[in-house]
């Protein structure tokens, strides 16, 4: 039986939401597709590490007054860049690990 969604759809809408959708798709991946479910866990995960991060490193960068000003924007386009990156990456159907992120990533799910 197919799942109701296409695997890449499935891998995309892990990255639309962050670290939420991210942890929805992990958690429903078995209902959501039935082949190449390891290719959307692989990007749920990976998704749910790199927006937890981001979401860390916002934490901290807007602790320091000086610094925050000078990096918001700068940070805010490498945040939104990386985002529509990973979007297509995953609607093209390709396993595009993030350095460090991709390595975590694909160990958790062996």
């Known amino acids: 039986m197919k799942g109701p969604l296409d695997p890449n759809v499935a891998a ?7 670290p939420v959708s ?3 798709v992990l958690a429903f991946s078995r209902r959501l597709v039935s082949d ?9 995960m990976q998704s749910t590490l790199t927006f937890i991060g981001v979401a860390l490193a916002h934490l ?10 000078v990096v918001a924007l700068p940070f805010l ?9 990973l979007i297509v990456k995953a ?3 390709q396993t595009y690990a993030l350095p ?3 390595e975590i990533a694909a160990g958790q799910l062996r």
């Open 100 to 102: 460090f992120v991709g």
């Open 22 to 24: 991210g942890v929805l």
């Open 60 to 69: 901290l960068l807007r602790t320091l007054p000086v610094v925050w000003p």
């Open 12 to 18: 995309a809408l892990s990255y639309v939401g962050g």
């Open 36 to 44: 190449r479910e390891r290719f959307v866990r692989f990007h749920a």
């Open 91 to 93: 609607l093209k159907g």
């Open 77 to 85: 386009v490498a945040v939104c860049v990386l985002w529509a990156v």
